[in-house]
């Protein structure tokens, strides 16, 4: 048979070797589509889609640009110096009118009291008022009606809402915000609270992480050298509260730290303090019961990985020369690293997000990014804001996994 | 193989002064003769309720290897630990150069171990393992690389310095682990099984690699496995263990030539085993009674006059059709079963009352009448059949 082409023919029928092979993996691969095709339905609308929409909203608001139609095309060309001119009053005066139809002059001075405070009540009002305005020029009647349309800063931030996107929220994020010509400025001290909100963030993630760690570590050690039959013992006790509800386990330290309660109890009565200590409802309550929880996670990697280191590497060491202490910092400890890294990570990624325990153990100045989140979510009904903090987080865990993938590899991690 | 001859001296130079610098600190002085390691009424026990040690006894002369054999829990593996110092003795002593061992911990002990699975160190190089007991002892940079390139040499793994271990064949690891051992230049070196990953043919090879190894270095080396032709290719002397006792302590020619009981003779080599009664001794001789076959005469080695025996004859000593006269044991027997096996054919026989009699025929003699079925006679020398003391 002669293969010009390069083909393989299967010599009885004739047909090339490659499309017989793909015939035969086919009805694996669609066995194996449709398995897979319900999760992956269910992700991809309950998981990625929202958080497209979430990533959107961030930067996307055209809140001025549907309410205010007229008003924002004639903005387009203006230059952005002074006051506009009478056109784009008079386009104005025609969506204020429509505003009050529609119902809609709330939302536009919300929209416009997130960037200049104080102003709802004279959108509102100044709507009201422009309903009787019938003939010009309305610029200097507006103006009359209320001083707000006479403000550079009200224009500049009507002309940025000739863009549908806005970087607004993510600024503010990072205590930013766009200054009377549109510039980038820094936040009022009174509105600068994110930063602060980012650190105590990473800082509470951070403490977590390695309270986990120095707690964990023995632990994870002593289940991994044990006898089976105490070990599996020891693993439940590690794994019971895990199995327990968060809510519950939470409220169980509240029981414990409160100030009257049985920790604060038992160190006056031994008389270790004379005041009960306040324990509960600051930073310190907040480490405690984050710890509690996130200590799982930190620890089953770290002892799936040393389950897979053999003593045999132990005893190596000492046949070698090297005492126990030596032995295990040079030899063993090494070998958890993997795990270490896969806790470690895992519980901060974790921690980040953390939203219950703070608020229910925290004070006011222990509160996460996430409270923020659900607060402009469910309070302020400012999805912008929430979105853009949302989105901030994400992206810094995915920085902090690839930066992670980079230094240590992630084929490298074991997660149990 | 080849170690220039200056660094065999330099390595027995270093070895002996360490020996006697050790032994002058503990107030004693080693004579020549003394065994390097006395194990001394060794028991071990894990429940307090069997033995897995029973009373062992062993002497090892500095520069034996000595190889501790036996199937899988007969207590070689225990002993070994317990040399090591994994394992604390339940009653009884060690004592090596001198010194008791009592409550030194395995770092301090300076014997060397290879491990079943080597135990190489994977976040390590070769190198970085190599320097390991090196470093724990301070030694200088200098003489650290120094240490290792003679190491690497030895073991032919020059260009390998810089792997880690996962990227060496199993070989490759397995002479890795060995360098370590040695490296640090122990009076003792253990091993536990350190062949029992590799292939036949690989396994083969390492066994003379580290025969000459020892043989070129001098190095006391305890070896335990539980494959006999390991032992008798490799060792000075071989431990017989069963059921955590010697059974038998001696070269590879005696233990092989002169089993003392049935379960040695049964452990090295292949024998076929005959069960009888004995009704004479006389001499070095005996004549055993066998049901069925008649009587059988044999060299007495522990049996008494009607006491039950088992009678060891190995297969190779079994002479086909002799000569009639020349053979004190003479026996009709039927041919099984045959099985060629390239040098050698094994034929199964029914006789003595034993339908499991096996002889060795090279296969270049003139076999056409052996045949399934046939009837030929068999013959032996009286020295080359033991009557053994029968276990109870």
């Known amino acids: 048979m002669a293969i010009s082409d390069g083909q393989i023919f299967d010599e009885p029928h004739g047909i090339p070797l490659r499309v017989t092979l793909m015939r035969a993996e086919r009805r694996h691969r669609v066995k194996a589509l449709i398995l897979v095709l319900p999760l992956a339905f269910f992700i991809l609308i309950f998981f990625v889609l929202p958080i497209a929409r979430m990533l959107v909203n961030a930067v996307h608001d055209d809140t001025l640009l549907t309410l205010l139609p007229r008003t924002i095309s004639e903005l387009r060309q203006w230059d952005g110096n002074g006051l506009p001119d009478e056109p784009v009053y008079a386009a104005l005066v025609v969506d204020l009118k429509q505003t009050i139809d529609q119902g809609t002059a709330g939302v536009i001075g919300k929209r416009m009291n997130y960037e200049i405070a104080g102003v709802v009540s004279k959108v509102t009002s100044s709507a009201r008022k422009a309903q009787e305005l019938s003939t010009g020029p309305y610029k200097e009647a507006l103006i009359k009606i209320d001083a707000l349309w006479a403000r550079h800063d009200v224009w500049s931030l009507l002309k940025r809402g000739t863009s549908p996107y806005t970087f607004y929220y993510l600024l503010r994020a990072a205590d930013y915000q766009y200054g009377p010509n549109s510039e980038i400025v820094a936040s009022s001290p009174g509105n600068a609270i994110f930063q602060d909100v980012w650190l105590r963030t990473f800082g509470i993630s951070f403490g977590v992480t390695l309270a986990t760690l120095l707690l964990g570590f023995p632990v994870a050690y002593l289940l991994a050298t044990l006898q089976p039959k105490h070990a599996n013992l020891l693993l439940i006790m590690v794994l019971l509260p895990f199995w327990t509800s968060l809510l519950v386990r939470t409220t169980a330290w509240v029981v414990l730290l409160q100030r009257h309660g049985a920790v604060n109890e038992i160190l006056v009565a031994s008389h270790m303090i004379s005041q009960p200590a306040e324990l509960i409802y600051n930073r310190f309550g907040t480490l405690v019961a984050m710890s509690h929880i996130q200590l799982p996670f930190t620890l089953l990697p770290i002892y799936s990985v040393m389950k897979t280191i053999s003593p045999s590497y132990i005893r190596a060491a000492q046949s070698l020369g090297a005492g126990p202490f030596y032995a295990f910092w040079k030899v063993y400890f090494p070998q958890t690293l993997s795990g270490v890294a896969a806790g470690c990570l895992l519980t901060f990624i974790l921690c980040l997000g953390y939203y219950i325990t703070p608020a229910l153990v925290g004070g006011p100045s222990d509160q996460m990014v996430s409270f923020f989140v659900a607060h402009y979510t469910n309070e302020d009904l400012n999805w912008g804001m929430a979105s853009a903090l949302g989105a901030i987080l994400l992206t810094a865990t995915l920085t902090l996994y690839f930066v992670f993938n980079k230094l240590v590899g992630i084929n490298r991690i074991k997660l149990g | ?392």
């Open chain 2, 1 to 392: 193989m080849s170690i220039a001859a200056n660094e065999y001296t330099w390595y027995r130079r270093t070895t002996e002064t360490a020996v006697v610098g050790e032994s002058k600190s503990v107030g004693q002085m080693l004579n020549a003769d003394d065994p390097l390691v006395k194990l001394i009424d060794i028991q071990k026990t894990y429940d307090g309720e069997t033995l897995v040690v029973k009373d062992l006894n062993l002497d090892i002369a500095g520069g034996e290897f000595v190889t501790m054999l036996g199937p899988s829990g007969s207590g070689k593996t225990t002993s070994l630990m317990m040399l090591a110092g994994f394992e604390t003795p339940t009653r009884g002593q060690i004592i090596l150069g001198g010194r008791a061992l009592d409550n030194v911990p395995p770092y301090k002990r300076n014997i060397g171990m290879v491990f079943q699975n080597y135990a190489l160190f994977p976040h390590m190089t070769v190198e970085e393992n190599l320097a390991f007991p090196l470093k724990v002892r301070k030694l200088g940079k200098l003489d650290i690389e120094a240490k290792i390139n003679r190491a690497l040499e030895i073991v032919r793994l020059g260009a390998y310095g810089n792997r880690r271990p996962g990227q060496l064949s199993g070989g490759q690891q397995q002479r890795v682990a060995l360098a370590r051992a040695l490296v640090f230049e122990p009076k003792l070196v253990l091993m536990d099984e350190p062949l029992g990953a590799l292939d036949k043919q690989l396994r083969e090879h390492m066994q003379l690699e580290i025969k000459h190894i020892h043989e070129e270095l001098g190095v006391t080396v305890v070896y335990v496995t539980h494959d006999q032709a390991e032992a008798l290719t490799m060792s000075d002397r071989i431990a017989v263990f069963k059921d955590g006792a010697i059974q038998q302590l001696a070269t590879p020619v005696e233990l092989y030539e002169k089993p003392q009981n049935a379960f040695v003779a049964r452990f090295i080599g292949e024998s076929n085993q005959m069960r009888g009664k004995v009704t004479a001794i006389d001499g070095p001789g005996c004549s055993v009674e066998i049901e069925g076959a008649g009587d059988v005469r044999a060299l007495a080695i522990n049996v008494d006059v009607g006491a039950p025996t088992e009678l060891s004859l190995r297969p190779e000593r079994v002479t086909l059709n002799p000569m009639p006269g020349s053979m004190p044991n003479v026996f009709s027997a039927r041919i099984e079963e045959l099985i060629y096996l390239g040098d050698h054919v094994r034929v199964r026989l029914l006789a003595c009352g034993c339908d499991n009699f096996v002889i060795k025929l090279n296969s270049a003699e003139d076999l056409t009448r052996v045949e399934p079925g046939a009837i030929i006679t068999i013959g032996w020398k009286i020295e080359d059949c033991r009557a053994l003391g029968v276990e109870r």
